[in-house]
């Protein structure tokens, strides 16, 4: 793992589709697989209500997931696309969502 948690900025507001996951840890700009922020796992904060902040990301819904729980694989170590347990599952994040 690339440093600590501590490193990154936590970004603790809601997912915005106008700025994905993907683009709060990475930053828009700036070398790929350097993440920038640490956002909440998705899955942990539309179903419970709780905080797991995270710099793994989805490569198909671009949601951050905490690795090993919500999702698998880490894309900075592995340097695959990581997949969340609602695209494994083939779910839809509508169907998450309460609103
Ligand atoms: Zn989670
Ligand atoms: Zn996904």
């Given at each position: 793992?690339?440093?600590?948690?501590?490193?990154?900025?936590?970004?603790?507001?809601?997912?915005?589709?106008?700025?994905?996951?993907?683009?709060?840890?990475?930053?828009?700009?700036?070398?790929?697989?350097?993440?920038?922020?640490?956002?909440?796992?998705?899955?942990?904060?539309?179903?419970?209500g709780r905080v797991t902040l995270t710099f793994v990301y989805c490569a198909t819904c671009k949601h951050a997931?905490?690795?090993?729980?919500?999702?698998?694989?880490?894309?900075?170590?592995?340097?695959?696309?990581?997949?969340?347990?609602?695209?494994?599952?083939?779910?839809?994040?509508?169907?998450?969502?309460?609103?």
């Open positions: 793992m690339p440093g600590d948690a501590k490193d990154f900025e936590p970004d603790y507001s809601w997912y915005d589709p106008s700025n994905n996951d993907e683009e709060k840890i990475r930053g828009k700009t700036g070398p790929p697989r350097v993440p920038k922020k640490i956002v909440p796992c998705r899955i942990c904060q539309e179903q419970f997931f905490c690795e090993g729980v919500h999702g698998s694989f880490s894309v900075i170590a592995q340097r695959t696309p990581g997949k969340c347990v609602i695209c494994h599952l083939g779910k839809d994040w509508n169907s998450l969502r309460r609103s």
